[in-house]
């Protein structure tokens, strides 16, 4: 899994370089693809449950799942990259959100507080603790910002397979309706702040992937695939490359 995880880190950092006005997001697709290839991993979204690219490229309003395509980014894009790759079995899981030259200073601060959030959850991320430890603490420092987290679709656990338990909301569940289990060493999971600037609803597109939110206003993310360790956590989506 670290291997997984320093091909879908580094993947992740060249999509985050491509992300430039006038780049059409099916090239970064292209790119990454070739690069995760390269490294002898397989691209784990391609084809997962239909899904018809290697990366989720999703821009402004789009929070998650955005499917590649011709567009071309513009000045002040946001841009979410989420890239998964499968080596020798086992799954790295990473994503975060970038800018096209010219963001503004709400756009960066949208992305610094997502970012924020998985290191605030990250530090529940310990045995003893329970998966709502690290929801509650990405939910709080989301909302003390001034923005609201995701419900619909959230973290989880992965390894040899892309899903797998725990629900890793970003969200603190009243009723609680799923497990909430306690951490144990060994654990992998892929935590994933989704923070919106407005509310947190969204909707599915019709093309049947493509999240946005639905008062229209941005949204970010940031994940990465962690081990939980007797210690401090370790995090996988490392990327080597200066
Ligand atoms: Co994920």
């Known amino acids: 899994m670290r291997e997984a995880g320093r091909i879908a880190a580094e993947a ?105 959030c998985f290191y605030e959850g990250l530090k529940f991320a310990k045995v003893g603790y329970r998966v709502s430890d690290i929801s509650r603490a990405i939910q709080t420092h989301a909302e003390v910002n001034g923005y609201s987290v995701v419900r619909d679709f959230v973290g989880h656990g992965v390894g040899a397979a892309m899903h797998e338990p725990p629900e890793v909301p970003n969200y603190v569940e009243r009723p609680r309706k799923r497990a909430d ?21 969204v909707r599915v597109q019709d093309d049947g992937w493509t999240v946005v939110t639905m008062d229209g206003k941005p949204s970010a993310h940031y994940e990465n695939t962690i081990l939980i360790t007797d210690g401090e956590p370790e995090i996988l989506t490392v990327c080597e490359v200066p």
């Not at 780049?23 to 390269?38: P, Y």
């Not at 289990?181 to 609803?201: F, Q």
């Open 12 to 116: 992740r950092r060249l999509a985050g370089q491509l992300v430039k006005p006038g780049v059409v997001t099916s090239q970064i697709d292209k790119r990454v693809r070739e690069f995760i290839v390269a490294q002898s991993g397989i691209p784990a979204f391609l084809n997962y449950r239909g899904y018809p690219a290697s990366i989720c490229v999703s821009v402004n309003e789009e929070v998650i799942h955005g499917i590649p395509s011709g567009r071309k980014l513009i000045d002040g894009d946001i841009v979410s990259i989420d890239v998964g790759v499968i080596k020798d079995g086992y799954i790295g899981d990473c994503a975060a959100t970038f800018i096209a030259v010219g963001a503004s200073q709400a756009a960066n601060r949208l992305i610094e507080v997502t970012r924020a």
């Open 181 to 201: 289990p306690r951490l144990v060493s060994g654990m992998t999971l892929a935590v994933e702040p989704m923070v919106n600037a407005g509310t947190y609803e």
